[in-house]
């Protein structure tokens, strides 16, 4: 069995890996790494043209760009084989790639694909539990605990079995604990943040603190988020935590998004759909559609999407509380280069005298995280270090080659024998 590297290795960004036994090829995840150059936008995933066209099936595991990005361009080569996927995340996909497509435009670069590419993706909605068969294969999906429908992948094909973790989180407010267990031969792991060891609990003290003293002080706070998961992680906190007496706006879509998990709650395994029903019919929260209907004189706590601060929303947001310094601006996760959000808190941008941080929302596993699960699993696994820069990468293989773990840094386009 091979495992070929396409893309998320020894980087962050275009995850992409096709899994091949014999004439059964199976690809996991197709996104795109979002860069910026004077002549071209994006990266793709390294894929052998010649493989292509026997790809069995898909199997998807959330739908960032970073995981998603790239499928539609499968599409216009005409290779339109089933794309495997939770059931929240079929309609996230087409939202994610038009993103993505809308993004180049601002950019003023040529699009890689068209609208078109993007609707005629062969998603197909799969539950948590529920088994997929792919030739000889057979594949599980379970909640990954890194955004609402992301999934993990158990795949067993000729006695052999795999691991894909897809991002996954053990801390989320939302979700259950995600537990790997039993015999596997590989693991395709996400390890995000390498060796570091993030105190989810301090983040959200220093999240709490910031908006209190921001809002006691006269000032709003903004917080640039997605518009899936972490935004709505951040509701929870603030709906169990927060003592301040200020309204919290909340972009319509964040909103949305959270209803949409009340729809579904059965089989979501959502550890607390009392807590959103709270949020939901919270008088302090309120929904805006754009910034100007909010009141501009009042404090408040504003969560707009998106994370990057590069959407019409966040952009007029950034200009209009970057010039008080009594207001503070909070990013909680990974910026891109030379996108508004990173321009503004590298400082490089004119005029913005708000106070900014980052204050990094955990959505990855941690060392430790990494450390007990491998601890759970029996067998002497290979664990291919995924999503993360090739410097932290080793680093993390070192430290895990030191307890005697088969640990793997591929390089892009590298093939693995399982
Ligand atoms: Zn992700």
Redesign the pocket.
């Known amino acids: 069995m091979k495992l070929h590297c396409w893309g998320g290795v020894s980087e962050q960004g275009r995850s992409c890996f096709l899994l091949q036994e014999g004439n059964c090829l199976i690809l996991l995840d197709c996104g795109v790494k979002r860069t910026f150059t004077a002549s071209e936008a994006g990266e793709y995933p390294h894929w052998e043209v010649n493989l292509l066209n026997g790809i069995e099936a898909t199997l998807l595991s ?1 739908a ?1 760009e ?2 998603c990005g790239a499928l539609p361009l499968l599409s216009k080569l005409g290779i339109r084989r089933p794309i495997y996927t939770h059931h929240w995340v079929v309609p996230e996909v087409a939202k994610s790639c038009t993103a993505w497509l809308q993004a180049i435009d601002n950019a003023g670069h040529k699009k890689p694909y068209q609208t078109e590419d993007i609707l005629s993706l062969p998603l197909c909605a799969v539950g948590f539990g529920e088994k997929v068969e792919i030739k000889e294969s057979e594949i599980y999906l379970n909640s990954s605990g ?2 609402p429908g ?1 999934a993990w992948f158990d795949i067993a094909v000729k006695g052999k079995r795999i691991i894909y973790t897809g ?1 996954w989180c053990p801390s989320s407010l939302l979700f259950p604990h995600v537990q790997f267990s039993g015999h596997t031969d590989a693991i395709v792991l996400d390890a995000a943040y390498g060796v570091a060891v993030v105190r989810q609990n301090n983040i959200y003290e220093q999240l709490l603190g910031t908006i209190t003293a921001t809002v006691s002080n006269g000032g709003s706070v903004l917080l640039p988020v997605p518009r899936v998961g972490r935004s709505q992680e951040i509701l929870v906190l603030l709906n169990r935590e927060l003592v301040a007496e200020v309204p919290i706006y909340v972009e319509a879509p964040i909103l949305e998004s959270l209803r949409n998990l009340l729809r579904d709650q059965e089989s979501s395994g959502m550890k607390c759909p009392g807590e959103i029903i709270n949020i939901v019919y919270n008088e302090k929260v309120k929904e805006f559609h754009r910034p100007l209907e909010m009141g501009q004189k009042e404090r408040a706590i504003i969560l707009a999407t998106d994370a990057m601060g590069s959407s019409d929303a966040t952009k007029e947001l950034i200009d209009y509380l970057g010039t008080s310094e009594k207001n503070t601006i909070i990013f909680t996760g990974f910026l891109y280069e030379g996108t508004k959000g990173e321009q503004v808190l590298k400082g490089t941008l004119d005029g913005i005298k708000a106070r900014v941080i980052m204050l990094t929302w955990k ?1 990855h596993p941690d060392r430790k995280d990494i450390e007990d699960m491998l601890g759970r699993i029996k067998g002497d696994p290979a664990v291919i270090i995924t999503h993360v820069a090739r410097e932290k990468g080793m680093e993390l293989a070192r430290l895990l080659r030191q307890k005697g773990v088969k640990a793997i840094v591929p390089h892009i386009g590298e093939i693995i024998n399982l």
Request: charged residues 20%.
């Open positions: 959330h960032h970073d995981h890194h955004v992301s991002d959505v």
